[in-house]
């Protein structure tokens, strides 16, 4: 434990320090507000909530948020060759990959923290009319699923770090894997088996968001990335332990 | 106390070591050696856990690092050819956080850092940052790292490399000094240097094989002749790498 906070705390000043992070943290609240308010005005007057709309704009983001946030944390350590000394080191594979999957995790739920200030405090303050209309708990619960969400996508994007020596084709790699491959096979599996679309309804990530938005709290789905958050956090600790195997 | 015994290691089809055996006794300075790609970083490299060999055993005090890695890292020091290290912490706080993370306990920590940097003559730099440090104070940052927990042999990596005169006489005398309480294992080409404070040269030759010398049983010119020769072998140079006096 006393090692996973150490490697957690050294990333994390690492990367508050890093300008790419401050950067694409930055573009992240850009982006998402801009959605944010586009999906706003498109949808004024209809069913949709404020907390539904908020979480359809962070939603799509995240996936790339994650990938230029992973793509450093094994990528350059093992281009700058630190790896050899953190592998010598008498640690274990899993303290290391999981303290940096949490430095990355922290720096997400940060930007998630102030992404979500807009339609808790930001929106109601500026448009009294929307006052009394977004609901904490329902608003908790689709940051809690984003959480969740992002929190696959980091396990996802730090297994693709290991993988690479170059941290800008470790983050490319992710966002194709985590922004390209979920929308990407749930179109084959539409397009192969159009009769199954009920029964896989639930895989848009965008419709996850929707239903937590709307309380229909789902353990499954939260399984479901709790599952993918530890495959590949232990698929992490394999590769690296594999790097010793290369001869 | 290091027990090399009987290791084969390759790269696909490409044998590198072939049946290699030797000890390293406490308080031994062993110097390896051989032409460019006979396997130094290699051999250095399973030494420290960082790659498996393909049959053979290593044992340090008894310790196999395939049964039991963690325990076996605790006793090795490890000084990467590349001297990677973390330029936005200072020299001090870099010293720190790889001893911490070593698993070093809390009340030793502070000790085990001033003592490090005293060793490698840091105490001067300890407040700057590691960005501003030349190659040599790299170097000896990168020493101070792998000494710091005293492990029980040390592995450096090409140390000598990239170093002036000065630097590499001062290195010399500060290996000297370590190898009252770590076995040294010290790879590199700079073998007229190493051969005034090595106890032990052992020669890597293409193809995996390896010769051993005592530095106490021949004049100094005259191993530095046969080594240079043999690497000049091995490199098809025939008057390569027989460094000149």
Known sequence: ?247 | MLEIDHISFSYGRRRVIDDLSFDVAPGEIVALTGANGVGKTTLLQILANLLIQDTGNIRLDGVDPLERPIRYRRGIGYLSEMCPLYDEMTVEAYLTYRVRLKGERTLRIRRRVSEALELCGLDKVGREPVRLLSQGYRKRLSLADALALRPKVLLLDDPLAGLDAQLRRRLGAMLSAISSRSAVVVAGHEIQEMLGWCTRVVLLRTGGSALFYRTGEHSREALTEQVGRQVAADTGEEEACVPST
Request: charged letters at 10%; glycine letters at 6%.
């Open chain 1, 1 to 247: 434990m006393r090692t996973v906070h150490m490697i957690w705390s050294r990333e994390v000043r690492a990367f508050v320090r890093a300008f790419s992070c401050g950067v694409s943290v930055a573009a992240f609240l850009a982006v998402a507000g801009w959605t944010f308010v586009m999906l706003m005005r498109r949808y004024e007057g209809s069913v949709l909530q404020v907390q539904t709309l908020w979480g359809l704009s962070v939603a799509p983001w995240l996936p790339l948020l994650s990938a230029v946030v992973t793509m450093r944390l094994f990528a350059e350590e093992r281009a700058s060759g630190m790896i050899e000394l953190l592998l010598a080191a008498p640690l274990r594979e899993r303290d290391l990959v999981i303290g940096k999957f949490l430095s990355a995790l922290t720096i997400i739920a940060v930007a998630l923290s102030v992404a979500v200030l807009v339609p808790a405090l930001v929106l109601p303050s500026l448009c009294p009319a929307v006052q009394g209309l977004v609901r904490a708990s329902a608003l908790a619960a689709t940051s809690f699923l984003l959480l969740a969400q992002a929190s696959a996508w980091c396990a996802v994007g730090t297994l693709i770090s290991v993988l690479f020596r170059n941290p800008a084709a470790a983050a490319v790699c992710a966002m194709v894997v985590c922004g390209g491959l979920p929308v990407a096979s749930y179109a084959v599996v539409l397009a192969w088996m159009p009769s199954v679309r009920s029964g896989v309804a639930w895989m848009p990530l965008l419709a996850q968001v929707y239903d937590f938005s709307t309380g229909q709290f789902s353990t499954g789905v939260l399984i479901l990335y709790g599952s993918i958050t530890l495959f590949c956090l232990f698929a992490c600790s394999k590769a690296l332990a594999c790097l010793r195997l290369r001869g």
